[in-house]
């Protein structure tokens, strides 16, 4: 029999996939289960948005479209870069994808040979490990671990370019930990990034509208305007508007690189489908009331969690301000035995399973973002769900011994 391609032995099966799999597995047996687990934002995006794509359903032109993404979409992605503050971009700058996973699949075929050096700070978004072994680059994992709020230091950043990988990807606000770097945290690290020119520098930021208590968003770019030559700006429909499914992501930076990815979606996607097109457009320069509204909601779930956890004895859990997630060090549990159950708790793995079967409750294990110490609570649930599910966690605690 024919073999498969040697990449394809590279590429795992989503960790968070398996334990939502478990979750709905328990759930179709009849258990009352609290999901944690998967990162979706849980709400709809405005009618606006459908509006839109019930009329260009109606309006369908029947032809293939850009491999960069319309017009209209480019120009609506450039007007929301420049409420972010990123400004000075033209179409030409701008690529779209199917999601910011694509672009950022892309991004590694367009920039990486194989062998090349990736960087990215760990904890770090799963997929990120997968696509850099599916196109063979060498990882360099840059660890930030809870006693530093899982941030990257200045002084790790000029160890880890010093050493001039071709790549270093960066995450704000971050998935899994909810960390937001403050504008003085990414003046300090541009400050490093501009000694270094040899490495492309990307930035994921697609959590950038959901930032808490006034911390703002800040990109290297707005540190060091002359870093728009290498910083590669990623952006998505996904989070902010309660579009995962649409599939829209996109990027910002140089011509060259945007072309790229053009060049390579000109061979696979092709284009954007109209109609996702014209919601896109919709989303990007229609009523922000939905994303801000849930933005407010999830700083207020955000402090429901960590009133928790700060409550419980031995967790460590720096205190996010973006995103949806809050990622405690749980490695206290590490070699007690749960009561009820009789089971050991070994590691993240252990307790997230036992938790899951004990309680209920579905949370990632750290480990699937290279945290083995922690796990990760992603908290978007319908609002009733959150301090039931946040007790049962508690009493899980209490019962370890
Ligand atoms: C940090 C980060 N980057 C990228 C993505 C992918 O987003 P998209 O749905 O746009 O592919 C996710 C999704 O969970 C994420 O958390």
């Given at each position: 029999m024919p073999q498969l391609a040697s990449r394809i032995g590279r590429a795992k099966p989503s960790a968070i996939m398996q334990i939502a799999e478990k979750a709905k597995r328990l759930k179709a047996e009849g258990r009352d289960i609290i999901s944690f687990?998967?990162?979706?934002?849980?709400f709809l995006p405005g009618e606006h948005v459908y509006e839109a794509a019930r009329n260009a359903l109606a309006h369908d032109s029947g032809q293939y479209g850009s491999n960069r993404g319309a017009d209209a979409m480019l120009d609506a992605f450039i007007e929301h870069m420049g409420k972010l503050g990123?400004?000075?971009?033209?179409?030409?700058n701008c690529a779209t994808g199917v999601g910011a996973k694509h672009i950022l699949y892309n991004l590694a075929e367009a920039l990486l040979d194989e062998g090349d050096t990736i960087a990215f700070p760990t904890p770090y978004w799963t997929s990120y490990l997968d696509i850099a072994e599916i196109v063979n680059a060498k990882i360099e994992l840059l660890p930030c671990p809870p006693e530093q709020d899982y941030k990257l230091t200045p002084a790790q950043l000029d160890a880890a370019l010093a050493k001039k990988p071709r790549v270093f990807l960066f995450n704000n606000p971050s998935n899994p930990t909810g960390m937001v770097y403050t504008r003085a945290e990414i003046d300090a690290l541009a400050e490093v990034i501009v000694?270094?020119?040899d490495t492309w520098i990307i930035t994921d930021?697609?959590?950038?509208?959901?930032?808490?208590?006034?911390v703002g968003y800040h990109n290297f770019v707005h540190s060091k305007p002359e870093l728009k030559e290498r910083v590669i700006f990623v952006d998505s429909l996904s989070k902010t508007y309660g579009m995962p499914g649409w599939r829209v992501g996109f990027m910002a930076g140089p011509e060259s690189v945007a072309k790229a990815v053009v060049v390579l979606n000109s061979n696979h996607i092709t284009n954007i489908p109209e109609i996702t097109t014209a919601a896109a457009v919709a989303a990007l320069s229609g009523p922000q009331d939905v994303p801000e509204g849930k933005c407010a909601e999830f700083q207020s779930k955000r402090d429901q969690v960590m009133q928790v956890m700060d409550s419980i004895p031995g967790v460590v859990c720096p205190r996010p301000q973006g995103a949806f997630y809050v990622f405690p060090d749980?490695?206290?549990?590490?070699?007690?035995?749960?009561?009820?159950?009789g089971k050991a708790i070994a590691n993240d793995v252990d307790f997230c399973s036992v938790l899951l079967e004990a309680k209920g409750v579905a949370c990632v294990p750290g480990s699937a973002f290279g945290e083995p110490r922690a796990m990760r609570i992603s908290?978007?649930?319908p609002t009733p769900q959150l301090a039931p599910g946040m007790a049962r966690i508690k009493e899980f605690f209490g019962e370890l011994a």
């Amino acid at each position: 029999m024919p073999q498969l391609a040697s990449r394809i032995g590279r590429a795992k099966p989503s960790a968070i996939m398996q334990i939502a799999e478990k979750a709905k597995r328990l759930k179709a047996e009849g258990r009352d289960i609290i999901s944690f687990s998967i990162g979706v934002p849980n709400f709809l995006p405005g009618e606006h948005v459908y509006e839109a794509a019930r009329n260009a359903l109606a309006h369908d032109s029947g032809q293939y479209g850009s491999n960069r993404g319309a017009d209209a979409m480019l120009d609506a992605f450039i007007e929301h870069m420049g409420k972010l503050g990123l400004t000075g971009y033209g179409r030409v700058n701008c690529a779209t994808g199917v999601g910011a996973k694509h672009i950022l699949y892309n991004l590694a075929e367009a920039l990486l040979d194989e062998g090349d050096t990736i960087a990215f700070p760990t904890p770090y978004w799963t997929s990120y490990l997968d696509i850099a072994e599916i196109v063979n680059a060498k990882i360099e994992l840059l660890p930030c671990p809870p006693e530093q709020d899982y941030k990257l230091t200045p002084a790790q950043l000029d160890a880890a370019l010093a050493k001039k990988p071709r790549v270093f990807l960066f995450n704000n606000p971050s998935n899994p930990t909810g960390m937001v770097y403050t504008r003085a945290e990414i003046d300090a690290l541009a400050e490093v990034i501009v000694k270094y020119p040899d490495t492309w520098i990307i930035t994921d930021d697609i959590y950038n509208k959901m930032v808490f208590d006034g911390v703002g968003y800040h990109n290297f770019v707005h540190s060091k305007p002359e870093l728009k030559e290498r910083v590669i700006f990623v952006d998505s429909l996904s989070k902010t508007y309660g579009m995962p499914g649409w599939r829209v992501g996109f990027m910002a930076g140089p011509e060259s690189v945007a072309k790229a990815v053009v060049v390579l979606n000109s061979n696979h996607i092709t284009n954007i489908p109209e109609i996702t097109t014209a919601a896109a457009v919709a989303a990007l320069s229609g009523p922000q009331d939905v994303p801000e509204g849930k933005c407010a909601e999830f700083q207020s779930k955000r402090d429901q969690v960590m009133q928790v956890m700060d409550s419980i004895p031995g967790v460590v859990c720096p205190r996010p301000q973006g995103a949806f997630y809050v990622f405690p060090d749980i490695s206290c549990s590490f070699g007690k035995t749960h009561g009820p159950t009789g089971k050991a708790i070994a590691n993240d793995v252990d307790f997230c399973s036992v938790l899951l079967e004990a309680k209920g409750v579905a949370c990632v294990p750290g480990s699937a973002f290279g945290e083995p110490r922690a796990m990760r609570i992603s908290y978007t649930c319908p609002t009733p769900q959150l301090a039931p599910g946040m007790a049962r966690i508690k009493e899980f605690f209490g019962e370890l011994a």
